[in-house]
C-alpha cells in the first residue's frame, strides 16, 4: 500500500512538473497542453520580479496579488488610519481627496477579486486573460499611487503648526 501511494505521489510530481509553463517562450513543456502565450513577458518579469525558471501563471497571479495587497493597504492607512503614522498622514488628505481614494479603493479591490477568481479556477486561460487585465489596472493606477505615497511623505516635511489647529499633537499627548 506504500508503495501504491509513493507511486501516485511519484505520478503527481511528474505531472507538475510537465505541466510547468515556458512562458517566456510561449509554449507548455507538456505534450497534452495547448500552448500559453502572454504578452510582454519581460516586462512582467521586470516589473513583478518573477523568477524566469519554472514560471507559471499562478506564480504571476500570487506575484500581482502582493502588488495589489499594498496598494489597497496603503489607502486603508489614509481612510481608516489606526497606526502613528497613518493618523498623522491621512491628515494630508481632504474630504474629496478621501472620496476619490475610496473610488480608487473599489477599483482596487474588484481587480484583486478578478485576481482570487483566476487563482481559485486554476485554469490557464483563465489565468492568462486575468493576468492581462491585472496587469493593465495596476499600470492604470500606479501614477495615482505615486501621488498618494508623495503626498504621504510631504505630509512630514511640512510645518506642523498647523497640526495644533487639527489637535494631532494633542492627541498624540
Known amino acids: 500500500m506504500v508503495n501504491s501511494k509513493e507511486a501516485s505521489a511519484k505520478k503527481v510530481d511528474s505531472k507538475k512538473v510537465d505541466l510547468k509553463v515556458d512562458l517566456k517562450k510561449g509554449k507548455t513543456k507538456s505534450k497534452t497542453s495547448k500552448a500559453l502565450s502572454i504578452n ?10 518573477l523568477p524566469e525558471e519554472g514560471l507559471t501563471p499562478t506564480i504571476i497571479l500570487h506575484k500581482m496579488s502582493e ?11 489614509i481612510l481608516q ?12 488628505f481632504n474630504d474629496t481627496d478621501k472620496a476619490g481614494l475610496f473610488d480608487l479603493y473599489k ?7 478578478e485576481l482570487l477568481k483566476a487563482v481559485i479556477l486554476c485554469e490557464d486561460k483563465t489565468s492568462i486573460a486575468t493576468i492581462q487585465f491585472v496587469h493593465e489596472e495596476i499600470q492604470g493606477v500606479k501614477k495615482q499611487m505615486l501621488e498618494i ?15 495644533k489647529q487639527k489637535g494631532t499633537k494633542q492627541y498624540f499627548g
Open 67 to 77: 502588488t495589489l495587497e499594498l496598494y489597497l493597504k496603503l489607502i486603508q492607512q
Open 81 to 92: 488610519p489606526e497606526e502613528f503614522h497613518a493618523v498623522y498622514e491621512c491628515n494630508a
Open 149 to 163: 505615497v508623495e503626498k504621504m511623505q510631504q505630509s512630514w516635511k511640512t510645518d506642523s503648526s498647523k497640526d
Open 40 to 49: 510582454n513577458i519581460d516586462l512582467l518579469i521586470r516589473e513583478y520580479e
Open 107 to 113: 477599483r482596487l479591490i474588484i481587480t484583486h477579486r
